[in-house]
């Protein structure tokens, strides 16, 4: 294995009874890199993340972390991982310091300072006297988050870390992942269902959908390739429609409802922009929509939490 | 990874809950209240005792005395302390699981076998505590309230230990007592790691000794060759520290039952907690 890959699962599945939660899993995460792992909800992410964190023992396959199989190097490999499994869930009754030096404890003991140090991080050095049942929920998530940045991991596996959290919350989780991978060159894995989040947040992404990934690669490269759907308002719509059939970058039109389909490469969107203003044409709309978020849009259709 | 550290951890998450003391609370409660109703009674359970053997015999002597309260509130131990150890015994593993906080301990570089190791001292641990609790609280207010004097244990014949022996007898009582529980402890503990709620662990634990300790006591032939089998049937090893003479073989062999029982439990638990998917 090259040395920079960190993460590397070869045909990894797991089966419950008769049904496979994941199947023939096989991805890449580089040193660095916040990898993306997206999928609508029950697509197998939390499953992958806990065959990842050695919760749960896969059926078929096995997990490479930093070139060492998992299952027989597990505390040697795990001392270099941090995680967060779904909901922050913590000893209530004890304080967030307390709660951090038994998982710490758990880590070959940290001293004071390494604790502070992600308390602080996250901002919760103030309040870590406080018990965690005293904790909003963005707080608690901050805490889950500190909790796998004990130890300084080269590796954290966060499964929705923005979860329930409102959007300033949201914003400062997104913005301490790309901190972390900027200014410490940690790796991260970083589950979602929300693309938004992904794309905002992670260089490289794959997407599971019913257990099996679709696709694997950079997320600038995934989002800008390949064509795209623009949905155009404008008037009169006859002349729009004449002109766009004319350039040779349009692959194919459809006329809905009075909105112009144009399926075209994304690269050319502002051209057409350009030429229909220029024609005199009023457009009123001009909504490009990637292929790949289509496709995302299609795979999680029900799934209102789309932001 | 110090063994050391994660059973002080196991044993701060333990002593912080508040579900641990409910036992104390229990015994600290219940204790006062049986003592305080067996002195306003005035000893009339010793007289319907000894009804008969004082007209043979000249006893002399405070036979209604601390010692012997604390020998009748010892029969807690058949069902009401066994109830109260799979509170928190129960809870080690089912209550982490509904919690959440299982899969925050086993996705750290320790392994499961260290960490339910550490777990299951603690639950002894308690097992101890809560029995010493139960001498304390018993032979210390006894003491105060009914005074010393020798005992006098009702079994086939009766037997009369003198004061000056009963303090290390009471001593070897409750050490045997607390084995016993940790039999009862470890039993929970395994039905702890099979569900993951904490009120199963308790409900199966009760549930295998009442319907043990009911088989046990009804006399058909069939029942009592299968006697044998119950780890109920040597849960009264303490009784033997108050026999005269003590009778040492028969406790090492049950202790030895019992001690087999706990590895037997434990066991099955590490076999089924480091193969377990944690998906709670």
Redesign the interface.
């Known amino acids: 294995m090259p040395p920079d890959i960190v993460l590397r699962t070869y045909n990894l599945g797991k089966r419950y009874k008769n049904r496979w939660a994941v199947k023939a899993l096989s991805l890449e995460v580089q040193r660095g890199e916040v990898f993306g792992f997206l999928g609508p909800n029950g697509a197998g992410k939390s499953t992958t993340i806990?065959m990842l964190?050695?919760?749960?023992?896969p059926s078929d396959g096995h997990v490479e972390l930093f070139g060492k199989e998992l299952h027989s190097n597990?505390?040697?490999?795990?001392?270099r991982?941090g995680?967060l499994?779904?909901?922050a869930?913590?000893?209530?009754?004890?304080s967030a310091r307390?709660n951090l030096?038994?998982?710490s404890?758990?880590?070959?003991?940290l001293s004071r300072t390494a604790i502070e140090r992600v308390l602080e991080l996250v901002g919760l050095l103030q309040r870590a006297d406080e018990k965690v049942k005293t904790y909003s929920h963005g707080m608690k998530q901050r805490l889950g988050i500190a909790?796998a940045l004990l130890g300084e991991p080269e590796l954290i596996i966060l499964d929705e870390p923005t979860t329930g959290l409102d959007p300033q919350g949201i914003k400062e989780v997104r913005e301490l992942i790309k901190g972390l991978s900027t200014e410490r060159s940690m790796t991260t894995f970083l589950s979602s269902h929300l693309l938004s989040e992904i794309e905002q947040t992670a260089t490289s992404m794959g997407i599971i959908n019913m257990g099996e990934l679709v696709i694997q690669g950079k997320v600038k490269e995934l989002l800008d390739s390949g064509e795209s759907t623009v949905k155009i308002v404008a008037s009169p719509i006859m002349k729009a429609q004449e002109l766009v059939r004319q350039q040779k970058f349009v692959k194919g039109l459809a006329v809905s409802n009075g909105v112009l389909e144009v399926n075209m490469p994304l690269g050319d969107v502002g051209t057409l922009n350009t030429l229909l203003v220029q024609a005199g044409i009023d457009v009123s709309s001009l909504v490009p929509r990637r292929s790949l978020e289509d496709y995302f849009l299609s795979i999680t259709e029900g799934v209102t939490d789309i932001r | 990874m110090s063994m050391f550290s994660i059973l002080k951890h196991e044993l701060i998450k333990t002593y912080f809950k508040w579900r641990t003391y409910i036992g104390f609370i229990a015994i600290a409660v219940l204790v006062p209240v049986v003592q305080t109703a067996l002195k306003l009674e005035g000893g009339s359970v010793v007289k319907r005792m000894i009804r008969g053997l004082d007209q043979d015999f000249m006893l002399v002597g405070n036979f209604f005395n601390g010692y012997f309260v604390t020998q009748l509130i010892m029969n807690s131990l058949w069902v009401h302390v066994p109830f109260l150890i799979s509170l928190v015994a129960g809870d080690q593993l089912a209550g982490e699981a509904t919690g959440g906080t299982l899969r925050l301990l086993l996705i750290r570089p320790a392994s499961r076998s260290k960490i339910l190791f550490a777990k299951y001292i603690t639950t002894l641990f308690y097992a101890c505590t809560l029995v010493s609790f139960l001498a304390l609280v018993s032979l210390g207010l006894g003491l105060a309230l009914f005074g010393s004097g020798p005992l006098i244990v009702p079994s086939k014949t009766f037997t009369i230990i003198p004061a000056s022996e009963l303090i290390w007898r009471m001593s070897l009582a409750f050490g045997l007592a607390s084995f016993c529980m940790w039999c009862v402890a470890s039993l929970a503990f395994l039905f702890s790691s099979l569900v993951e709620n904490a009120i199963g662990p308790i409900i199966g634990t009760m549930t295998v000794i009442i319907i043990f300790l009911i088989i046990s006591s009804i006399p058909i032939d069939l029942f009592k060759d299968l006697r044998p089998y119950f780890f109920t049937s040597y849960l009264n090893v303490w009784q033997k520290a108050l026999e005269d003479p003590i009778p040492w073989e028969t406790i090492q062999s049950h202790l030895a039952i019992i001690g087999a029982h706990c590895i037997g439990f434990y066991s099955i638990t590490w076999y089924i907690f480091v193969k377990k998917d944690i998906l709670s």
């Open positions: 806990r964190l050695s919760l749960v023992s597990r505390c040697a490999v795990l001392s991982v995680g499994v779904e909901r869930d913590f000893y209530q009754y004890l307390r030096e038994i998982i404890s758990l880590k070959g003991g909790q």
